[in-house]
């Protein structure tokens, strides 16, 4: 099992790299993955509906009117091929989920409707108070480097 998800993360990662450098093609590739997996899902769920809810109409376009003639392996087929564009171009989880949600996920934290307005007012604060440290870290840092050229230059 370990070899399976390795070779899939391996496989992955090397679809993200040559895809990085084409990125409206890695968009294209992205949008039908997603098309396909919605459709999929669609088609599986007209499926169901046309053979558990209505069994006793005998014709679907008068059950759902979304497609002529449910077949399983029409929807299915759908879901899976658009399930694997996404999980092999590492677009699965980021477009359903999104790296934020995950992240606040792994620190603990909350959701952002679930912080008191305290908290948010804290928590921006803070960033201001990074970004204001990073800035005099910066400046400082330009400092040492020019000093640096100086002394080369002599």
Known sequence: MKFIIRFFDKLEDKVRGKFSHYPILYAVVGGVGTVLFWRGVWHTADFFSAQYFYPAVTDADAALGTISSPLFWDGF????????????????????????????????????????????????????????????IGERLEKIESSMRIKKKK
């Open 77 to 136: 087929l759908s879901l899976i091929v658009g399930i694997l564009i996404l999980l092999v171009t590492g677009l699965f989880v980021a477009s359903f989920i999104g790296e934020h949600i995950i992240i606040s996920g792994l620190r603990h934290e909350k959701k952002v409707a679930e912080k008191t307005e305290a908290e948010v007012i804290e928590e921006e604060s803070i960033m201001r108070r990074v970004h204001q440290e990073l800035h005099v």
